[in-house]
């Protein structure tokens, strides 16, 4: 459930970066220096990744762990497992019975 509500709802909505080389993706040419954007909301709902609907909210979804709300390889967030911690407990004391 917490990785869905992750994937949802990214802590970031963005994040910027001035491309480095020139380069050529689907036929449009980034050069150095020109400033790239990644939505986040947008890379979370990619249909090859998550296949399974991905603008619903499906808490049990299977494949949520591919999420990129805290980044990726290199640049991943070193907090992430902390915050994932931070709203599995939010939640348990949420849904505690009475």
Same mark, same amino acid.
């Given at each position: 459930?917490?990785? $869905?509500?992750?994937? +949802?709802?990214? !802590? @970031?909505?963005?994040?910027?970066?001035?491309? /480095? !080389? #020139?380069?050529?993706? =689907?036929?449009?040419?980034? /050069?150095? &220096? #020109? /400033?790239?954007?990644? +939505?986040?909301?947008?890379?979370?709902?990619? $249909?090859?990744? *998550? $296949? %399974? #609907?991905? #603008?619903?909210?499906?808490?049990?979804?299977?494949?949520?762990? /591919?999420? @990129?709300? *805290?980044?990726?390889?290199?640049?991943?967030?070193? &907090? =992430?497992? @902390?915050?994932? @911690? %931070?709203?599995?407990?939010?939640?348990?004391?949420?849904?505690? $019975?009475?």
């Amino acid at each position: 459930m917490v990785s $869905e509500i992750i994937r +949802w709802q990214t !802590p @970031l909505a963005y994040m910027r970066r001035a491309a /480095k !080389p #020139d380069v050529t993706l =689907n036929g449009q040419t980034i /050069k150095q &220096g #020109d /400033k790239v954007v990644m +939505w986040y909301a947008s890379g979370n709902r990619y $249909e090859r990744a *998550f $296949e %399974q #609907d991905p #603008d619903q909210f499906i808490i049990d979804r299977k494949n949520v762990r /591919k999420h @990129l709300s *805290f980044g990726f390889g290199v640049h991943r967030c070193m &907090g =992430n497992r @902390l915050a994932e @911690l %931070q709203l599995r407990i939010l939640w348990e004391e949420i849904l505690k $019975e009475g």
